[in-house]
Structures are given as structure tokens and as C-alpha cells.
């Protein structure tokens, strides 16, 4: 069975993006997918302190909530990532889990000895975001910091959905072709991974 790991990175438990990652799960699991949840904000996951314990083992040493969400993502085919646009960037929870990740950038090149620029990828990654702004260049920087997370953890990014012009809780609401959207990726995304 396909296993994926959906990681919502909104402080709002409820917010626009937590909305379209609830569509894309339901939709991968609609398509036969195992998904795990994880609500970064509801965890207790310190910044990266760069101790580098990590060259040792690949583990990070400091001991809270990440070690569980990183193994969950070191054992499932495919990630789904959401977060808001917080200055053209993830949101604090988000970027902090992405930082810890460091450890496992660490496993992936220095320990595993992956080659540097290698695509041999053995997991995928899914994107959602959503910002207040019809800005023309919203999504640019982020997209650059989602890929380089993707890569530390050894998944390409699939796909991504990208929404503009929702700020306030429940605007995506008044958006139904996104949640249909997102349910339709969530769909795509389980079924790719499982190479249908």
C-alpha cells in the first residue's frame, strides 16, 4: 500500500491551506493511500541548533517531536507538504521542521554517500500554498526552498498547488474549484506512487 505523510504547516489548524491539504488527503486516500497527519504546530520540534551530532549517525541528537515525523517521512513513498506564505516563504513551523531536516541532508549525501545532483529520488513531494497577494513573483522563492527540502529528504517535487488572493480563515471556502483541485491532486498524487 502507498504511504503518504502530510505535513500541514499552517499556525491555523483550520486555515486555508490546512483546508486544501484536508481535500488532497482525502483524495489520496479516496485512490487507496495510507496518509499520516502531522500538524507541525501542534509539536514540540526545536530549531536546528547546529550541534552537527547528526555526522555521526545521520540523527539528529536533539530529542523531541521531529524524530517521529522524519521517520514517518524516511518510511512513505510520497510527502505532502502545506503551508501559507509568510514573506514569500513557509511559515515558522514549517521552516523549523525544513531546518532540523538538516540531519537527514546529512544521512543522504555524507553518510550514504548519494552523489551531489543525483535524481535517483525514492520518494516524491507535493506542495500546497496559499497567499494573500496576487503577486506575480508569490511563489518563486518558496518554491526554490521546497525543492532544496524535497531533495534532503530524498523525494523530487511532483507537483504543486498554488493558490493566490486568500488570506482570512475560511476565504478558500469561497473557492470550491481549489478544494476540487486539491482533491483531484491528492488523487493524481496516490496513484502515481503507486504507479498506476
Known amino acids: 500500500m502507498v504511504r503518504i505523510v502530510a505535513l500541514y504547516g499552517s499556525p491555523r489548524r483550520s486555515g486555508n491551506t490546512s483546508t486544501l491539504l484536508n481535500h488532497a488527503v482525502e483524495g489520496a486516500r479516496e485512490a487507496g493511500a ?11 520540534i526545536s530549531p536546528c541548533l547546529e550541534l552537527y551530532g547528526c555526522k555521526k549517525s545521520g540523527r539528529c541528537v536533539i530529542e523531541d517531536d521531529f524524530h517521529k515525523v522524519a521517520e514517518a517521512v524516511s518510511g512513505a513513498h510520497g510527502i505532502m507538504l502545506a503551508s501559507p506564505i509568510f514573506f514569500y516563504t513557509v511559515s515558522a513551523h514549517t521552516k523549523i521542521f525544513m531546518d532540523r531536516c538538516q540531519s537527514l541532508w546529512v544521512k543522504r549525501y555524507w553518510i550514504d554517500g548519494i552523489p551531489f545532483g543525483s535524481k535517483d529520488y525514492p520518494r516524491r513531494g507535493f506542495f500546497i500554498a496559499a497567499g494573500a497577494t496576487h503577486g506575480k513573483k508569490l511563489f518563486d522563492g518558496v518554491l ?29 471556502l469561497k473557492r470550491p474549484e481549489d478544494l476540487i483541485a486539491a482533491r483531484e491532486k491528492g488523487k493524481e498524487f496516490a496513484r502515481v506512487l503507486s504507479g498506476c
Not at 34 to 44: M, P, Q
Not at 152 to 172: H, N, P, Q, T
Open 144 to 172: 526554490l526552498t521546497v525543492r532544496y527540502f524535497f531533495d534532503a529528504v530524498g523525494a523530487d517535487l511532483w507537483g504543486s498547488l498554488l493558490v493566490r488572493g486568500v488570506d482570512a480563515e475560511g476565504d478558500i
Open 34 to 44: 495510507a496518509v499520516e497527519c502531522f500538524y507541525l504546530r501542534d509539536l514540540k
